[in-house]
């Protein structure tokens, strides 16, 4: 059995804590629920544990160690992905858009931004002469975000219907740490931006299960039934969408 330390950085009934177990720091959440949820983000493999409120460390302890060969292959499977380092905004830069890869060709010195794709394989990008990086990198930015809400928005309006739900708004914005996330209370449902550079079924993917969300706030057996009814292949739209290249931040779902 592999050894292992449990050390409690914040009590709290509620809340939010730290476990160190076998030398892996495990965030834990304590929450009014009934069993226990683990999970392993990327993009680094953070390890986070939602756990009913009466659960003792002891028994969260127990359960990771349990669950620390699968814990390690996640992390593994994460360490391998292809992740592009950070983007300069030159010419000849390599960048995504709905799948698929383009070279960046910049045209410096008019008087209006733009962005459109010209032919298979370029982007460009059209800034005033004296644009700085950033400023070249929010005008793209701002384009992926108009691509990607017009993808979106029937993509939300079929499937509200189809699921018999309505999302009372929807957003885009960059995320550090999920690809989506709905809020069921307020029926709100956030889209990373780096979706944009996803291909259009990974981008449906992420429609649904935010929207079936609204029917199951929880990653349960009902929910998993409901994706399996209502998009037979989405285990292959998530296994895809995790397997692309990650973007030079620190973020994943």
Not at 103 to 118: C, H, P, Q
Request: glycine share 6%; proline share 4%; charged share 25%.
């Amino acid at each position: 059995m592999a050894t292992s330390t449990a050390r409690r950085k914040r009590s709290s009934r509620t809340g939010t804590s730290t476990l160190t177990v076998a030398g892996l720091e495990v965030q834990v959440v304590r929450k009014q629920i009934k069993n226990l949820h683990l999970g392993v983000y990327p993009p680094a493999g953070r390890v986070r544990v939602a756990v009913p409120v009466a659960m003792n460390d002891e028994a969260v302890r127990l359960a990771v160690i349990g669950k620390l060969g699968w814990i390690k292959r996640q992390r593994a499977g994460f360490a391998a992905q292809p992740r592009q380092t950070s983007r300069e905004m030159v010419n000849g830069e390599s960048h995504y858009f709905q799948g698929r890869r383009y070279r960046l060709r910049v045209i410096s010195g008019g008087t209006v931004a733009k962005v459109r794709i010209v032919g298979s394989a370029v982007i460009e990008l059209a800034v005033p002469k004296r644009a700085t990086r950033q400023k070249r990198e929010t005008v793209l930015n701002h384009w992926y975000r108009e691509q990607l809400r017009a993808l979106a928005a029937p993509l939300i309006e079929t499937w509200q219907k189809v699921l018999g739900v309505e999302a009372r708004s929807w957003g885009i914005q960059r995320m550090k740490t999920k690809w989506g996330s709905c809020n069921p209370d307020t029926k709100r449902i956030l889209l990373n931006l780096e979706l944009a550079k996803k291909h259009p079924a990974c981008v449906e993917y992420l429609v649904v299960h935010e929207l079936v969300h609204l029917i199951e706030r929880r990653h349960n057996d009902r929910f998993i039934a409901l994706m399996d009814a209502n998009l037979p292949k989405w285990r292959q739209y998530k296994k895809a969408l995790n397997a692309e290249p990650l973007g030079h931040e620190e973020w994943g779902y």
